[in-house]
């Protein structure tokens, strides 16, 4: 007999495809054609490579994080950082960070606890600069009412890992808290050095940085006149309904956060489709064509090397 827990997952996926089915039944395809036949493929090329830069600084930041732990290669947190996205597109689990953790703790010979604790700190990096943003965007962009209280949320996450981050030096708040909450937030206050800790977080905020610019030229791309509030929103929304991997690399979840993202901004469905088609393929494709490469070549090394014993 099944659970109960088990019939609600059922019902759940059952109105999930139901839903599905009328969204595509409804959805005025011929016009969403048009929409893709007018892309610019100078600015969809800008933005995959600027969303290389982004991949790049995200793989930064985790190596100055690791720095804080012993020595450790760069471009091997590089290659990690590439298998473990690249695996993350074809699974809805914590898999691309389990191929990261094993693919830089075989190459570099380094204790697996050690890595897996540097991409905790990395997430909590990567948080702190995403709250720093959400708590600077109200003040630069007109955002729509969705997100009126980003900058309280932005405070309040920054003053949380602030607190935690140096509780473990001063007055120990972590103390106060839940032996679980506590558990999970202790790992940041070990995130070393402020020589370390800078470069990361610089290179954390380049990430989302460079994340922004390519949804806005993506948008620009299929000629949509948005203001960067707009793509901002559309950022926003698009890594939350992130958090919950329900799909393989969250396709059809990036594309449902982009339509209700740009709506506010008097972006048609088709058009904001549109965009999150192509968002995808240049954030998923690029990706999984470097990550097939770097398996071919460390195949051929290995051919060269045993042959060379």
Excluded at 170 to 184: E, G, Q, T, Y
Excluded at 204 to 226: C, D, E, H, P, R
Excluded at 259 to 274: D, K, T
Aim: glycine share 8%.
């Amino acid at each position: 007999m099944l659970k109960p827990k088990t019939w609600l997952r059922i019902a759940f996926l059952a109105a999930c495809v139901i839903a599905l089915a009328l969204f595509l039944h409804r959805f005025p395809w011929s016009a969403m054609t048009a929409v893709i036949a007018r892309a610019h493929p100078g600015l969809l090329a800008a933005a995959l490579g600027v969303n290389l830069v982004s991949f790049i600084a995200k793989g930064s930041a985790w190596y100055f994080l690791l720095l804080a732990g012993g020595p450790c290669s760069w471009r091997a947190a590089q290659e990690a950082n590439l298998l473990g996205a690249a695996t993350n597109t074809v699974s809805i689990s914590v898999a691309g960070e389990t191929a990261r953790v094993r693919d830089l703790a075989t190459r570099e010979a380094i204790p697996m606890g050690r890595v897996a604790a540097s991409v905790v700190r990395t997430r909590a990096v990567e948080a702190l600069a995403l709250a720093c943003f959400m708590l600077l965007a109200p003040a630069l962009l007109e955002l729509p009412p969705l997100l009126h209280g980003l900058q309280l949320t932005g405070g309040g996450l920054v003053l949380v890992l602030v607190a935690a981050a140096w509780s473990g030096r001063r007055v120990r708040l972590l103390d106060l808290l839940p032996a679980k909450v506590r558990s999970v937030l202790a790992q940041i206050t070990e995130t070393g050095s402020i020589r370390t800790f800078i470069p990361a977080l610089l290179f954390a905020i380049l990430n989302w940085v460079a994340l922004w610019a390519s949804y806005q030229l993506t948008i620009s791309a299929f000629g949509i006149k948005a203001p960067l509030a707009a793509s901002f929103t559309a950022l926003i929304m698009t890594n939350l309904g992130g958090l919950f991997r329900l799909s393989p690399g969250n396709v059809g979840v990036t594309q449902a956060a982009m339509i209700v993202s740009l709506l506010p901004f008097g972006v048609a469905a088709q058009e904001s489709l549109a965009a999150g088609v192509a968002l995808q393929a240049i954030q998923i494709l690029p990706v999984m064509a470097l990550a097939l490469l770097l398996i071919g070549w460390r195949q051929i090394a290995a051919k060269r090397a045993r042959a060379a014993a």
